[in-house]
C-alpha cells in the first residue's frame, strides 16, 4: 500500500480549516499532517512536516500569503503549493503563480473541483479553477502549460471549438449543454474529445490551450 500523501492547511479561519479537515479525512490516500492559521505559521510547518501539499489562502495575518508561498517553495521546492482563496483579480492569480503556487481555487469551488486539484497537482501538473482562468495571460502560460500545435486546432469541428471555449470561459457541463441546445452526455463526450485529440488532461490545460488561440473572454 502506497504512503498517504501529507497534507498542510493554512487557512486563517478555524472553521474552514476544520470543515476542509473532514473533507480530505474522506480520502484515504492523504493525510492532513499540519495546521497554520498565519503565513508565519504556514512557513514552520512546512519548515517541520515537510508535507508533500499545502493549500494556503493569499489574505493571510502576520504574513500575506504570497510572500509566504515564496519563502514556502524556497524552504521546499518539492512541496506542492495550492491557493484556495476567494481573490478573483488578475494581479492575486498572477502574483500568487509568478511566486510559485502550482494551483489556484476559488473557495466557491466544490470538493470534487478541489480534489481534481489535488490530484493534478500530485500527477505534477498545474491547475487553474476554471472560473479564473480566463484571466491568466499567454505569456504567463508559455511557461507553465505545453501548448499544442495548429495542426491539433486544425483537427477540432465546429462544435468541438464551441465546447473548449465554453469550457475554457469556466462554463460547467449543464451549462453547456443548455447553450448548445444539447445533453450533458454529449457535452461530456465532446470534452473527451478534445482531450484525446489535443493530448491535454484537465480544464487547467484545455484553458491554456484556448488561451493561446485567444478563444477566452477578456
Not at 11 to 39: F, S, W, Y
Not at 70 to 77: D, V
Not at 137 to 163: D, M, N
Request: glycine residues 6%.
Amino acid at each position: 500500500m502506497s504512503e498517504k500523501k501529507r497534507i498542510v492547511i493554512a487557512q486563517d479561519h478555524t472553521i474552514l480549516r476544520e470543515g476542509l479537515k473532514m473533507l480530505l479525512a474522506t480520502n484515504p490516500e492523504v493525510a492532513v499532517v499540519g495546521e497554520a492559521q498565519n503565513g508565519l505559521d504556514a512557513i514552520r510547518s512546512v519548515k517541520s512536516q515537510t508535507p508533500d501539499l499545502i493549500l494556503i489562502d493569499i489574505s493571510m495575518p502576520k504574513l500575506e500569503g504570497v510572500r509566504a508561498i515564496r519563502e514556502i517553495k524556497k524552504l521546499s521546492p518539492s512541496t506542492k503549493v495550492l491557493v484556495l482563496t476567494v481573490h478573483k483579480s488578475e494581479d492575486h492569480i498572477l502574483g500568487a503563480l509568478r511566486n510559485g503556487a502550482d494551483g489556484y481555487i476559488l473557495k466557491e469551488a466544490n470538493y470534487e473541483e478541489l480534489s481534481m486539484a489535488i490530484e493534478e497537482l500530485f500527477a505534477g501538473k498545474s491547475y487553474i479553477s476554471p472560473a479564473v482562468s480566463g484571466k491568466v495571460i499567454e505569456g504567463f502560460l508559455e511557461g507553465k502549460q505545453h501548448i499544442k500545435s495548429s495542426s491539433s486546432w486544425e483537427s477540432l469541428t465546429p462544435r468541438e471549438r464551441q465546447v473548449l471555449k465554453m469550457v475554457a470561459n469556466g462554463s460547467r457541463n449543464k451549462d453547456i449543454a443548455c447553450n448548445l441546445a444539447i445533453s450533458v452526455k454529449t457535452v461530456e463526450k465532446h470534452r473527451a474529445n478534445l482531450m484525446k485529440k489535443l493530448d491535454l488532461h484537465s480544464a487547467s490545460s484545455l484553458t491554456a490551450f484556448a488561451i493561446e488561440k485567444r478563444l477566452t473572454v477578456k
